[in-house]
């Protein structure tokens, strides 16, 4: 058996699209088990470019069946409306393909608003989240008060599940000074929706059991990075959801052993969305040159993303934070041109160096890079398939990030394009 989950090893967006894209088509069976619809991959097959952001990526491929896992937070008409879309652009996605978690919670449209009422608060610490009511429906199923996909198949007992979930947002509405929620109105979408759910819903655990019982390959589809997991993270700038490998199982309904090989996408510099501490931003030229070369803009929000160099500190962290075997490195050919190219080794807090992200949210805050510096490269990374295509000086590169980060580089990519990557190790050989 070899199972492989991907997940991200900075702030998001590292590129895993691509990656997840190449993998899912090996894999038979392809699994999100974190998150919701607060992520965007952009995958790009046979020159059609789709867009999902709560569906796993399988979908986009004939013969996978893609599954969305308990650890997920599940939008009832987010999801419908992307199956719609994507049906729109002649996809074949129905209930033979597509399974949704019984045990998944629901985000609902009291989710969003609160979320959207916190960020546009001056007297609440903005995080600058996506506004989808990810972190509120995470906090209502560790509160033990959630609605999860299975309550949509027993309406019966929707009014009183409601009615608790209310007695708590109500409370949280008075306090804030809002209008409370009607329950009756809260209902009548629910149950209105319910027949476009269930079809899909599953138990998944038991599905994924059974595939690994026929030898499937399943590929874990991260989504987000370690650097926003609610544990490990830059707290509390974070999303509400652990993006670490250990997910994977209990996001899932699988065993830690399941999962054997641990891919952590890695960008070739670093960005990040929303607020909190980025050591190695850049806030001059040379961080808008690498936005606006490396398209750094949010696919779910459309946001700018901020740029800086890459953080060799926070991902040897998040190496084993994230349990991650191996890295694909992405986007260098984003650093072609550049005269001088900067490592960040180390960290000064309060005149010590330090090699480590400290937990403290002020000491994030406080730390100062220490960086190595390197030449850059004449000529191009660009679609390079071979190491002997790279410049030596892009090869020393990705060695010290190597060595700096303790894990070994998979594969580099070295443009959008599939075929454009060298590969080094394919993740569902063992
Ligand atoms: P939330 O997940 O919407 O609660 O947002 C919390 C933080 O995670 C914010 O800084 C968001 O910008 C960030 N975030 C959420 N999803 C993604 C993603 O898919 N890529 C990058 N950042 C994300």
């Avoid at 072609?336 to 994030?364: F, R």
Wanted: charged share 25%.
């Amino acid at each position: 058996m070899a199972n492989v989950a991907v997940i991200g090893s900075q702030w998001g967006d590292e590129g895993k699209g691509k990656i997840v894209d190449w993998l899912s088509e090996k894999a038979d069976v392809v699994v999100r088990f974190q998150g919701g619809h607060n992520a965007g991959h952009t995958l790009v097959v046979d020159g059609a470019v789709y867009k999902t952001s709560a569906l796993p990526s399988g979908v986009v491929r004939k013969g996978k069946v893609s599954v969305i896992g308990n650890g997920v937070v599940v939008d009832p008409w987010a999801f419908i409306d992307e199956i719609e879309r994507l049906r729109g652009q002649g996809l074949d996605i129905g209930p033979e393909n597509l399974k949704l978690a019984d045990n998944a919670p629901l985000i609902l449209p009291i989710h969003r608003n609160l979320d959207e009422m916190r960020e546009s608060s001056n007297s609440i610490r903005k995080i600058g989240t996506t506004k989808r009511g990810i972190g509120p429906a995470y906090e209502d199923k560790v509160g033990r008060r959630a609605l999860r996909v299975i309550d949509l198949a027993d309406p019966d007992t929707l009014e009183d599940k409601v009615a608790a979930l209310l007695d708590h947002h109500n409370a949280l509405c008075r306090g804030y000074g809002r209008e409370e929620l009607d329950g009756a109105d809260v209902v009548a979408k629910l149950k209105a929706i319910a027949p476009q759910i269930l079809p899909y819903m599953d138990r998944v655990w038991n599905y994924l059991h059974e595939a690994k019982l026929a030898g499937k390959k399943i590929l874990f589809e991260g989504a987000q990075g370690i650097l926003l997991d609610i544990d490990h993270g830059t707290y509390p700038y974070v999303t509400s959801s652990n993006m670490v490998a250990g997910q994977a199982a209990t996001g899932s309904g699988m065993g830690p052993r399941d999962v054997s090989y641990v891919l952590g996408i890695t960008k070739a510099y670093t960005t990040r969305v929303g607020e909190g501490p980025f050591p190695t931003e850049l806030l001059d030229d040379v961080g808008q040159y690498l936005g606006e070369k490396g398209h750094e803009f949010g696919v779910v929000t459309g946001r700018s993303r901020r740029c800086g160099w890459f953080d060799a500190v926070l991902v040897r962290q998040t190496v084993i934070t994230g349990g991650i075997d191996g890295i694909a490195l992405t986007k260098i050919d984003v650093l072609d041109g550049m005269k001088e190219i900067k490592i960040c080794t180390g960290y000064k807090l309060d005149g010590k160096v330090i090699d480590y992200l400290p937990a403290s949210a002020p000491e994030q805050a406080r730390v100062e890079p220490i960086y190595e510096s390197f030449e850059g490269w004449e000529g191009t990374t660009a679609g390079a398939r071979s190491w002997a295509e790279l410049p030596a000086q892009a090869v020393k590169y990705v060695r010290r990030i190597e060595e700096l980060i303790g894990a070994p580089v998979a594969s580099v990519s070295t443009s959008p394009e599939r075929e454009d990557t060298i590969l080094v190790k394919d993740p569902f050989q063992d």
